[in-house]
């Protein structure tokens, strides 16, 4: 974390005096070092906790209105900030249980052919960072018809997307639910 922090600062210091460096290869830095942190604590056998700093540009699930407190339906704030990840490419989800009651789908709108590419949604921490589906959700009741909780683009095209560090709890009476759709 304080490598991390301290790339955050060096960064923000950087591009005032750089701007012609592109932000995409900060970010792919970035995603770098989150997943060197995932994988040092994942082979430690510990469920890490994963702060950012507020200055380091990267977008949080707060930051679009989710409440993560298990009673708000945080489904339309988490999917417009799946949706506006499109420069960003990195959404944080700090400590909580954020509620859902539909797919989230890693696309910039629900039109056809408007995925997103280059995607990580990243937890702060896997035991303490959950997406809950609703008890008895529409649309997920009928276990012959598997309804998603996450979906990403179908067949091989969910180019670099990246999960970690969060728990998918579907909930009570969901028999069709699943987690992830993703097809690498």
């Not at 035991?127 to 091989?156: C, S, V, W, Y």
């Not at 969910?158 to 993703?182: C, E, K, Q």
Request: a positive charge.
């Amino acid at each position: 974390m304080v490598a991390l922090e301290c790339y955050c600062a060096f960064t923000h210091v950087f591009a005032t005096l750089n701007p012609v460096r592109s932000l995409f290869n900060w970010m792919k830095f970035i995603v770098l070092l989150l997943s060197l942190h995932l994988a040092a604590t994942t082979f430690a056998g510990e469920s890490s906790s994963m702060v950012l700093p507020p200055d380091c540009g990267i977008k949080s699930v707060k930051d679009f209105g989710a409440r993560g407190d298990g009673l708000t339906d945080d489904t339309e704030a988490i999917q417009n900030a799946i949706s506006a990840t499109t420069g960003q490419r990195l959404l944080y989800i700090p400590d909580g249980t954020y509620l859902i009651s539909d797919t989230l789908l890693t696309a910039k709108s629900r039109k056809p052919n408007d995925w997103l590419t280059f995607f990580s949604m990243q937890g702060q921490s896997r035991d303490k960072t959950i997406l809950r589906l609703k008890d008895h959700a529409p649309g997920f009741d009928n276990p012959e018809k598997t309804k998603h909780m996450i979906r990403t683009k179908q067949g091989n095209m969910a180019f670099v997307y990246r999960f970690a560090n969060f728990t998918l709890d579907t909930g009570r009476s969901n028999p069709g639910a699943s987690g992830i759709f993703y097809i690498s």
